[in-house]
């Protein structure tokens, strides 16, 4: 029954890697009945549900498709949302391809960057991994959310936002629409990177929970907004006051 | 006759008693069971008796197709819900499940613009099952997109894709993006003004790739704007070649899994500490 903190303290390690996991939960036991049961009981309560939500839900099936009827506003499916709001933005190469190509090729990179198998199959790895992950969570959503607000109400003449605001003062659109941006969405994963080294003396994987919870929380709150706080002409207003159907009047 | 059926006592044709059989009895009910599972047809889908003790439950994973994913043995842990979750199991579930139903929407589909809506239309009204397997499909998407999403936040915060598994990741971040395409593409397909207003919502950011933008907006729309091209290239990539990208990437995704030791398990040492352990571990030994 030696759980892992013993064997830890009789084999003098001295990391604070979690050790939450028994002994006993290593042992193994057959796969029939054991784990086929579990996976029969998903598929099972998986299928209920969808059967139930098809029954009373009905999938969204508007009026033909018009071209001449311009919805206000038109959305992408909601796992595009975040992107969506990210062209309000940026400039449309950025938000439209360069970001999500980067996001999937650094996604990609994460066991490239973070290559030791030390913390392999340890929920949040050390005693450090859930409070950097609770201050990644909400030191991206404080600034996604103080980003977007001040790109939406930043008086700019006869237009808000900061690319106009910008423009305003001279600078060129390049510049407004391409390089701040940019300067936004390294600077923000790199301040958090330093933080979380500086204030936990993060080792490498600490970090890597930092960077995928910033992408992890940077997708839920763009994507939340862009679904649930975007109106017409994409301006920033309440869930309910989102015109229904979206495809405007019947 | 005999010898035919071992059935119930001493078989059921011509024997007055094995009309038994059909009336109750546990004894005799069972010997029906028996009458199935010894028959030379049944055993030779199933190799081996049911699984109840140790032999016979390594040989079902090891015999059966869908099972033989499976290692013979695992860890309690990856039995456990609150490691897994079960995840990756409900994203491939829900992939069956959207096959099922999908291959029900492609009878009464016609990947027309004329044709598309009305027989949306008509399999929502007239189609017995019709309108329940359409919004089956349309939420099991949603859900399969859910289950992939979560599954990899499962396999990141529990560091599963750390060596050996890392070019596992790698494929698995390949099924993150044909999933969203699969379920993006299919988002077009009723050509009704949300499906219309999304996909040119796409078009848009597909058409911003910075030097080809020209090219890429014309390769998804098969023109100039969205029509009858656009509808067919994205029914063909949605009905063929994107589920058959998804079950190459599963089926090399699921052996890797295999390959790559199984579900994971705690590791507390990286490699060199591993070594120098080893080493002070060997010095010790020789004194």
Known sequence: MATDAQRSQATGQTDDLLRTVDEEELKPVHVWPRLVSVELIGALVMTLLLSIMAIFVRAPFYRMADPELTPNPSKAPWYFLGLQELLLHMHPALAGVIVPGAVLVLLGAIPYIDRSKKGTGIWFYSKKGVPITIFSAIYTTIWNLGLIFVDEWLPAGDSAGIAPWLKMHGFSDAFAEIFVPIVFMTFIPFSLWVIVRRRWQADIRECMIAMYTFFLASFFVLTIIGTAFRGEGMALVWPWEIPYPPHGKE | MRGIGPLCGEGVIGMPHGAKVWQGGLGCEMSVWKYITQSRFWKSIYRNPYPRDRRTRAMVVLNSLALHLHPVRVPVRATRITYTWGLGGLATWTF???????????????????????????????????????????????????????????????????????????????????????????????????????????????????????????????????????????????????PLSTILLMATHFWRVRKDGNISTPVYEDDDEEKRRAVERRRQARG
């Not at chain 2, 809506?117 to 017995?128: A, P, R």
């Not at chain 2, 936040?153 to 698995?172: E, H, L, Q």
């Not at chain 2, 003004?193 to 080809?212: K, R």
């Open chain 2, 96 to 242: 069956v499940l959207l096959t099922l139903t999908g291959v029900f929407l492609m009878w009464y589909y016609i990947p027309t613009t004329e044709d598309a809506y009305w027989t949306i239309v008509k399999l929502e009204t007239g189609v017995m099952f019709g309108s329940f397997l359409r919004n089956m499909h349309r939420w099991a998407a949603h859900a399969m997109v859910i289950a992939v999403i979560l599954h990899m936040t499962r396999v990141f915060y529990t560091g599963a894709y750390k060596p050996p598994r890392d070019f596992n990741w790698v494929i698995g971040v390949s099924l993150l993006l044909v999933t969203l395409l699969l379920s993006f593409s299919g988002y077009l397909l009723p050509w009704d003004q949300l499906a219309y207003w999304a996909i040119s919502v796409g078009m848009e950011m597909g058409g911003a790739t910075p030097l080809i933008g020209k090219q890429v907006r014309m390769a998804l729309l098969g023109g100039f704007e969205i029509g009858q091209q656009t509808l067919i290239r994205w029914y063909t990539l949605h009905v063929i070649f994107l």
